[in-house]
């Protein structure tokens, strides 16, 4: 009788069911997300794009001769099932790392770093491809120990602060925190537009930015540990809409 039941510690068993970072938003930041010509991470969807598209001269690929001018060959479905597992790419395989894979592989290209500019500007756009669908992450087979490893991982104390991901998302989701309201800090919007900051945010800089908040030291870009809480907050999400670009503080 586990099934939609989460039991933290010792606290009372509450319902988890997946609720957007958007629901906690104000009503002028969601019609800023709504509209595609007012949501300023549509900019990186076009950067995007222009990348998608682009065939250099020396070169016998652009992303779209094998998925299409507008990525409509994508299949949207499996994209939505990122990050995934693939014994041929060694095992955990986040969208950024898919992408990459491509880059190099299928364009001869030499890859790029995790999180590097372009990596994030096609991030978007193909994840904008896939907006509106819900999420879908394997939790069974050899994904099974991965989710525990990154359920273990958001549980861990971190910092002087000695606090865990989990206090802040789950026990105090609703509370206002530095004129924020702590949302389930879910990842369904990612790569996301941020306008305190006025740029576009990685998942994994967004991770960075709430271990620095709380006075820890982050994981890097690309590790082990940020892929394997990656896998874990989208499993978690599995159901809600992908919104990328999403608007948040
Ligand atoms: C030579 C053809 C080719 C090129 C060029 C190519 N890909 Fe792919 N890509 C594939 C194939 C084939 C698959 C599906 C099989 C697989 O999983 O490897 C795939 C899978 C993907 C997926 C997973 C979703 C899906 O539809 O299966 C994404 C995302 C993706 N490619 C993005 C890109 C991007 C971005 C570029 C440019 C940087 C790119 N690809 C360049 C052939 C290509
Ligand atoms: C001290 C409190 C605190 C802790 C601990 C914390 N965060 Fe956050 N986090 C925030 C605040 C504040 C925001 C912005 C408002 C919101 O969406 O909750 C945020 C936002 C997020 C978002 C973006 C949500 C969205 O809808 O865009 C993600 C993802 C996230 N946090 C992940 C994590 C992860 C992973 C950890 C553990 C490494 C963590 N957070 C730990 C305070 C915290």
């Known amino acids: 009788m586990t ?14 069911e997946p609720i957007s970072g958007y629901e906690f938003l104000t009503e002028e930041t969601r019609a800023m997300q709504d509209d595609d010509f007012e949501n300023p991470g549509m900019v990186t969807v076009d950067e995007g794009q222009r990348l998608f598209q682009e065939h ?9 001769s094998c998925h299409g001018a507008d990525g409509e060959k994508l299949d949207t479905k499996r994209i939505a099932g990122y990050p995934d597992f693939d014994p041929n790419l060694g095992g955990l395989v986040t969208l950024q790392e ?16 995790y999180d590097h500019p372009d990596l994030i500007s096609l991030e978007t756009y193909v994840r904008n491809r896939a907006k509106g669908e819900a999420i879908n992450i394997i939790t069974d087979g ?22 865990s991901c989990n206090h802040c998302h789950i026990q105090h ?7 924020q ?18 740029r576009i945010t990685s998942l994994h800089q967004r991770m960075r930015e709430c271990f620095i908040s709380f006075r820890a030291e982050p994981f890097d870009a ?26 948040r503080f």
């Open 181 to 198: 309201k702590l949302s389930q800090g879910q990842a369904n919007g990612f790569p996301e537009y941020r306008l305190g900051r006025g």
């Open 222 to 247: 690309g590790s082990e540990p940020f892929r394997l809480i990656e896998l874990y907050l989208m499993s978690r999400g599995n159901g809600l809409e992908i919104e990328t670009p999403a608007v």
């Open 3 to 16: 099934g939609c039941l989460l039991v933290v510690g010792a606290m009372p068993a509450f319902a988890v």
């Open 56 to 64: 250099r001269p020396d070169e016998e690929h652009a992303c779209a």
């Open 142 to 163: 050899p994904m099974a120990k991965l989710l525990k490893k990154g359920e273990a991982l958001y549980k861990t104390r971190y910092g002087q602060l000695n606090m």
């Open 173 to 179: 989701q609703g509370l206002m925190l530095r004129g």
């Open 98 to 113: 898919k992408i990459n894979h491509c880059w190099e592989i299928n364009m001869d290209r030499f890859p790029l770093t």
